[in-house]
């Protein structure tokens, strides 16, 4: 086994997901079997608690585990599906000792931080490659180096390190600051610093990727490379760039791979990047432009936009633009301006689809509610996510069957026309105190009907054996879609696109005679990759670019 670590130095948000995932795609293009893990130093067993505003987007697994958004670009990148083995964080491996202590696994014997809780971050990784089947396991340590809450991590990499020398190595992802008027002039005296606190903990890194908004000058690199002890070649050049998915084809202009793989030992193979530059290329050379609006609650002047919160479905988006060789132009609306104009809401003529996407609570609700109605009436193609989805079948039960006080349990507790409302088993869990992966989460069948939308976009990702139709995609909500009211509700013109028959549970709706009007009750943007879009996604931005302007 051969073991990466990413570390960053310097500030937080420097980029260390982007890094570990292009690190994985390249080793992979190589011809090695790679996968990827991450390390996150807070206390929360899981990401599933954390407000999405201050922590960014929760991503789910198929195996339902609630984690960060970084485990989205591996799977993005690396074109597979990730378990929780590939995830952990303070809480769940302190939890795991503890729990391993409680069953007497240490053989009675006096449980001490070091080196147990390194050793079971070691064990963790171990089994996660295995899973796998990795040669090459890449690991993000979170945070930035010098903070008190991933020591216990790096202590691993330098147990490790100091078991399987040849084995292992250590990236340092630095910022590196610029000054002047151009800003063109980098300072290295951060990421030294960055490399001594390293060193305090007794590891040296063995490749720094300098992240800069330019690309590294010769002179800079060879600064890095003498001041921390590195040899010639290791200072990689990390500058901005317009798409992440050039990160990888940036890389490999300094030859990170052969770097790599001689520091572990490994005998070179060739180079495949060949799809993905196809796919940087369509990114920069793109055949006209589609515009997207994304109806959300915090998307008001007032408010803090933090993209982070939406980024699978802003990448999803992205792949599908990609595809059709077009330039996404993504547009944030606030629901809650609908609410309070009515004649605001005719901006929405201006683009070629809206997407209202996933959410809790019941802010903005009736401004979506009004954003799906004049979609649905003016023809405006039409994605639906989740809240999306149960939002859609509220507008339609108000204003097509007549069920004006239609509404959700999740807005009205007492609602006397609960459309949306929640399953039995979501009760019992609802009386918990312990609110921890207690939704509706991970992988689900889904029966897609025959001539809808739906079959049509998902035909070529139909599931062998598991019927004609079956299509899984993973979930993350507590309420659902009311089948006492599914009767009357297609009676009326509603279509039923996709169910669950194990759950009796609706997972997709469309509407007849539009172009495209398709709300899921699971998230599709969690399945979509950069060189294979989501074939929702995909359909969608299709409709979209066909809309008249």
Request: include cysteine; hydrophobic fraction near 35%; glycine fraction near 10%.
């Amino acid at each position: 086994m051969k073991y990466i670590f990413v570390t960053g130095g310097v500030m937080s948000g420097v980029g260390k997901g982007v890094a570990a995932a292009s690190i994985a795609k390249i080793l992979q293009s190589r011809g090695f079997g790679v996968t990827a893990i991450k390390i996150d130093p807070y206390v929360n067993v899981d990401a599933g608690t954390m407000n999405p505003t201050e922590h960014g987007e929760v991503f789910v697994l198929d195996d339902g585990m609630e984690c960060d958004q970084d485990m989205g670009n591996y799977e993005r990148f690396l074109d597979t599906s990730l378990s929780s083995a590939n995830y952990m964080t303070t809480g769940s491996v302190y939890l795991s000792v503890i729990n391993k202590e409680r069953a007497m696994e240490y053989g009675g014997k006096q449980v001490e931080v070091v080196p147990r809780i390194p050793l079971e971050v070691i064990d963790r990784i171990n089994k996660a490659a295995k899973k796998e089947k990795a040669e090459i396991v890449v690991t993000e340590i979170g945070g930035t180096v010098g903070e008190y809450e991933n020591l216990l991590f790096l202590e691993a990499i330098k147990m490790l390190k100091l078991k399987h020398h040849k084995d292992v190595i250590t990236v340092l992802v630095s910022y590196i600051p610029s000054l002047g008027a151009g800003g063109t002039e980098l300072k290295t005296k951060p990421t030294q610093h960055a490399v001594r606190n390293l060193n305090s903990v007794g590891i040296q890194p063995d490749i720094i990727l300098g992240r800069a908004g330019v690309p590294l000058d010769q002179k800079r690199k060879e600064k890095i490379q003498f001041m921390c002890g590195l040899e010639e070649g290791d200072v990689i050049s990390a500058p901005n760039v317009e798409s992440i998915y050039e990160v990888p084809i940036n890389f490999e202009k300094d030859n990170i791979s052969d770097r790599i793989l001689k520091k572990l030992s490994l005998k070179a193979k060739s180079r495949d990047l060949k799809e993905w530059r196809g796919l940087v290329d369509a990114i920069q050379n793109p055949e006209g432009e589609v515009k997207i609006g994304i109806v959300g609650k915090y998307f008001g002047s007032g408010d803090f936009i933090l993209t982070d919160s939406y980024i699978s479905v802003l990448e999803s988006i992205k792949h599908a633009s990609y595809f059709w060789r077009k330039k996404p132009v993504i547009e944030w609306l606030d629901a809650g301006a609908y609410e309070k104009d009515q004649k605001g809401i005719k901006e929405l003529d201006k683009y070629d689809g809206i997407i209202v996407p996933g959410g809790f609570g019941n802010r903005g609700i009736e401004g979506k509610i009004k954003a799906i109605e004049y979609c649905r009436k003016n023809k405006i193609p039409f994605l639906g996510l989740c809240l999306g989805l149960q939002l859609s079948v509220i507008e339609f039960a108000r204003n097509v069957a007549g069920i004006k006080d239609a509404t959700s349990r999740e807005f009205v507790k007492n609602a006397k026309n609960p459309v949306i409302d929640v399953i039995e088993e979501q009760k019992k869990m609802l009386k918990q105190k312990n609110y921890g992966g207690t939704m509706r989460l991970g992988a689900y069948d889904c029966e897609v009907q025959p001539g809808t939308i739906s079959h049509k976009a998902y035909k070529d990702w139909i599931k062998a054996g598991k019927g004609p139709y079956t299509i899984s995609e993973r979930h993350r909500h507590r309420y659902e879609v009311n089948n006492d009211y599914r009767k009357l509700l297609e009676e009326k013109g509603l279509i039923i696109a996709g169910i669950n028959k194990k759950k009796n549970l609706v997972e997709i709706i469309e509407h007849n005679g539009h172009p495209f009007f398709v709300a899921t009750q699971f998230h599709p943007e969690f399945k979509s990759r950069p060189l294979k879009p989501h074939p929702l996604f995909k359909e969608f931005i299709s409709a979209a670019t066909k809309k008249p302007r």
